[in-house]
């Protein structure tokens, strides 16, 4: 692929420190390293956080969640706030099918609740059954009825702003961290979620299965 370049020369027994100084060496625009699962890798993404660009990642519920667990693998919160820059993670959502979705216009307090702009007039979702049962319309030849057809991502971005940032460095729980990213009205996979919906690609239905509790 054009400008990227696969790192496979490491020496037998260098340390992950150790090759983030040689790529540094090289000049190297933006080094996807090992993902996070401890201290060992923790520690010198953050010690050259300053120095270069990197990517990586790690298992967590979800990006405030994830904040968390680096403060408690590195240690220590103020290096964390100083090294991280953002955090990204996504969900996956089934597309309504773009040929048999069917329209509704829903009432304008729902919108409300919802959190959707008024300009929203019409949402989509699977097509409902017939009112008479022996009036049965052809299959969708797209979806075979199922009503949705792919996939599509929704984000949740995690900018660590001057608010962000004082809230690790105080070494505050997620639930604080979620409240913030709120406050400066971030992404968040609600957010993305709902835009989905007011954009027709998925449903109302669909984002509340993704989001209902295992």
């Known amino acids: ?33 090992d993902p996070v699962k401890s201290a060992a890798v923790a520690k010198p993404i953050f010690a050259k956080a300053e120095d270069l660009t990197l990517i990586s990642e790690m298992p967590a519920k979800d990006t405030a969640s ?31 099918c773009p040929d048999c979705k069917a329209p509704y216009r829903p009432k304008p307090d729902f919108l409300k609740k919802l959190g959707l702009e008024e300009s929203v007039k019409t949402l989509y979702r699977v097509p409902p059954p017939p009112d008479d049962p022996k009036e049965q319309p052809e299959p969708c030849g797209k979806c075979g009825d199922v009503g949705y057809f792919g996939r599509v991502a929704m984000f949740e971005v995690l900018e660590v702003s001057p608010g962000i940032k004082e809230l690790i460095q105080k070494g505050a729980d997620p639930a604080a961290i979620r409240e913030q990213v709120k406050k400066e009205k971030q992404i968040t996979l609600q957010k993305d979620g709902l835009r989905l919906v007011a954009e027709g690609v998925t449903s109302l239905e669909e984002l509340q299965r993704v989001f209902k509790p295992a």
């Open 66 to 96: 994830a904040v968390a667990q680096l403060v408690q693998v590195v240690g220590d919160a103020g290096v964390v706030a100083n090294g991280l820059k953002a955090l990204v993670t996504q969900k996956l959502l089934r597309r309504l």
């Open 1 to 33: 692929m054009f400008g990227v370049s696969t790192y496979d020369d490491k020496p037998e027994g260098e340390s992950l420190e150790d090759s983030l100084v040689r790529l540094g060496r090289k000049e190297a625009n933006v080094i996807l390293v």
